[in-house]
């Protein structure tokens, strides 16, 4: 009997255990969507200020 209170008790644990990971992980991940979410806003306004012209960010301004 001791032996099965014994599996019990760390099963219990292993699922409490497990449980604080995926409520950590839930936070994470609503937290990246967010940032996420962001940037793709910031980039869609970068876009539209651009008048339609296409911006090569790995070319040298004229000047050069």
């Known amino acids: ?26 936070t994470e991940i609503a937290m990246l969507n967010r940032r996420v979410q962001l940037l793709m806003e910031r980039e869609a306004e970068r876009e539209a200020s651009v008048d339609g012209q296409m911006v090569l960010t790995d070319q040298r301004p004229p000047h050069w």
């Open 1 to 26: 009997m001791l032996v099965l209170e014994e599996k019990i008790a760390h099963l219990t644990r292993t699922v409490e255990d497990l449980s604080e990971v995926v409520a950590r992980q839930e």
